[in-house]
């Protein structure tokens, strides 16, 4: 892309190319620290762009998990952001006009900022309840299945109660495996 910048001493455009990801060369800020940051932003965003187009976008069926996923990715992101925060000398550098923040330090609060906000929305959804009310139910459903086939098989009490004893041992050793 050629630079958007005007030549002072003829007035025309700049004939120079402009800075990956920016609308100026090097001669006209392309140097600049913020105009590379913002410039390294913008290739990064096109490149996501471009990613985000050739990827398949599934349907939720599960939107509360889905959530509590999705709470766990911004803690996890917001955490490397803290660390590589940890790791600065500074959170700032001295621009041509002002000091600047980071782009870590940004890009952190920005991670409070949505860790927040879905955290927020998972307690005023109350989804902690209403996950366990989903598996209540599919606990309901396994057992209601258990004791149709214990029927069908004519399986008296005693038999009953070592087959359900079996069932909620295996059950505890797939939960403890799932942890």
């Given at each position: ?22 609308q ?56 490397l ?68 086939g ?30």
């Amino acid at each position: 892309m050629q630079c958007t910048a005007t030549v002072r001493s003829t007035g025309q455009q700049c004939r120079k190319s402009a800075i990956a990801g920016a609308q100026v060369c090097r001669s006209h800020g392309g140097a600049a620290r913020q105009v590379k940051a913002a410039a390294a932003r913008n290739m990064l965003e096109q490149q996501a762009r471009q990613l985000w187009a050739k990827t398949v976008h599934a349907p939720v069926n599960d939107p509360l998990s889905e959530l509590a996923k999705l709470a766990g990715e911004v803690l996890a992101w917001k955490q490397l952001l803290k660390d590589k925060i940890g790791e600065l000398t500074t959170v700032g550098y001295r621009g041509m006009t002002s000091e600047q923040i980071k782009s870590e330090v940004v890009l952190y609060n920005t991670a409070v900022s949505q860790l927040t906000t879905v955290l927020t929305g998972i307690a005023k959804l109350n989804i902690d309840s209403r996950l366990a009310a989903i598996s209540e139910k599919q606990a309901a459903v396994v057992i209601a299945a258990l004791e149709a086939g214990l029927d069908a098989a004519g399986i008296d009490h005693s038999g009953r109660f070592r087959a359900r004893q079996a069932a909620a041992r295996h059950l505890e050793l797939v939960r403890s495996e799932a942890s």
